[in-house]
């Protein structure tokens, strides 16, 4: 089977398991970026590192939306110009994603190194670790180049039905990172070291994987296109920004949580921190999933195989649900034993309840995002923008919203589990709404997809 063709044949629960696979171990590890500086924060050098890497992840989290939010675009109309076999157009999508997401990552570094202090006064960010978190933050803005164009050509990669490519160079890079994380933390350079080591580790990761890309794209498309095409960008971007939009929003809301979060002190601050990055290993999964399930949706629409996609939404849903059967388990099982990865012999007990109490609020509750993750993936997959940013920032609202309320109204002992209810209970919410999208079905009408005219018999 041609490669550029295996997402439109064959078992689609097998075909997107297949190619979820390496992507879940991409986000993973990407993941394990942060989870690594934290550890090592902790454990060699102090609890106030902890919360300095902890206060400013929402920040991070934010530049990541706006890489990975380009990169939805640039997959899904590279991908429907190879489900249309349009070769020509795919590499000049290729060459025109590149070139306008290294354009803004320039124009967004400058603006987050003009407004570093602003966006940590914003935070809250307690005096005890502020000179930390300014250093961290610093180091990490200075890489938005690499952290964008390794997701845009991670994302590339999956429209050309490979995610195992720039898998291999980052299993490299992340045990990269932790290897010079030990060795900058051990030479005495704190969290400056760390900083260092996540800088070096990504633009390795970034450079190599792009240069894999432009040679491999070549040759499994066989076409020359246009280095940078407008009227393809005019396609990319009504896709691109309202995933941008949707992805910075809510990590933007992240940032009003982490900074009523961080009003509550150091302790608080690190056991938050601490228990998000654990919780967030699972929900960035199912982000996953549903940008994978974008990537089937739209090729088989440009391939015209469009009963191919209720079987792929069903698919889906089948391996989020055991994702989060076992997710869930684990969670409520052994909170303690996860959360002492960030720790050492001189953490507070108070760090460890307090990511204890967030674990405990947020797990039981993964069932809804289960529900709502495969719904997104067809929204986005075939443009029904609408209804996905509809449900997104319902989702969003209610979160921040009942965030600020039940952590000011309640009794202090009961504060943080307002904020951490409120996570829920916008997941809920989303649920609800993405849900029903799709069983209206204005998606359909946008592909042309008739339940009756255009089914497909599969061989």
Not at 281 to 287: A, G, H, Q
Not at 290 to 319: E, V
Not at 323 to 335: G, Q, V
């Amino acid at each position: 089977m041609n490669r550029k063709d295996k997402l439109t044949t064959g078992s689609p629960f097998k075909t997107l398991l297949l190619f979820s696979l390496p992507m879940i171990l991409s986000v993973t590890l990407q993941q394990f970026y942060n989870i690594c500086d934290s550890m090592i924060a902790g454990k060699m050098i102090s609890d106030n590192s902890l919360s300095a890497v902890s206060a400013t992840y929402p920040i991070t989290v934010v530049y990541l939306a706006i890489g990975v939010g380009f990169g939805v675009g640039a997959n899904i109309i590279t991908a429907r110009f190879i489900g249309q076999k349009n070769y020509k157009n795919a590499i000049s999508a290729i060459y025109t994603s590149l070139i306008t997401i290294a354009v803004a990552a320039l124009v967004i570094s400058g603006l987050g190194l003009a407004l570093l202090k602003p966006l940590l006064l914003m935070l809250n960010v307690n005096d005890a670790y502020y000179d930390e978190a300014f250093i961290y933050l610093l180091f990490y803005t200075c890489g938005i180049i690499f952290l964008f164009i390794y997701n845009v050509v991670t994302s590339l990669f999956q429209s050309l039905g490979n995610s195992r490519i720039p898998l291999y160079f980052l299993i490299f890079s992340t045990a990269l990172n932790v290897l010079l994380d030990i060795l900058l933390v051990n030479a005495g350079m704190g969290i400056k070291g760390i900083a260092l080591a996540t800088f070096i580790s990504q633009a390795i990761a970034s450079v190599i994987s792009l240069i894999i890309l432009l040679i491999y794209s070549k040759k499994v498309l066989n076409e020359k296109g246009k280095i940078f095409d407008k009227r393809i960008l005019k396609t990319i971007l009504p896709i691109a920004i309202p995933s941008i939009i949707q992805g910075s929003i809510i990590s933007i809301g992240g940032v009003f949580i982490q900074s009523l979060i961080n009003s509550f002190g150091p302790s608080v601050t690190a056991g938050y921190g601490a228990a998000y990055k654990i919780v967030y290993v699972i929900v960035n999964i199912y982000t996953v999933m549903s940008n994978a399930i974008s990537t089937f949706t739209s090729t088989n629409a440009g391939a015209s195989q469009y009963d191919r996609i209720k079987k792929g939404f069903y698919s889906g849903l089948l391996i989020c649900g055991a994702l989060t059967i076992i997710a869930t388990l684990i969670f409520m099982i052994m909170p303690e034993p996860l959360l002492s990865i960030f720790g050492n012999d001189n953490t507070s007990k108070e760090v460890v309840e307090v990511g204890k109490k967030f674990i405990y609020c947020v797990a039981p509750f993964y069932i809804f995002l289960c529900l709502k993750i495969p719904c997104d993936g067809v929204l986005k997959g075939s443009k029904d923008m609408r209804s996905f940013m509809i449900a997104t920032f319902a989702d969003l609202i209610i979160r921040v919203v009942l965030s600020y309320i039940l952590g000011n109204v309640l009794p202090d002992e009961y504060k943080l589990y307002g904020i951490f209810l409120s996570w829920p209970l916008g997941w809920i919410v989303g649920m609800a709404i993405s849900l029903s999208a799709y069983r209206i079905g204005r998606w359909k009408r946008l592909i042309g997809y008739n339940d009756k005219k255009n089914l497909v018999v599969e061989e």
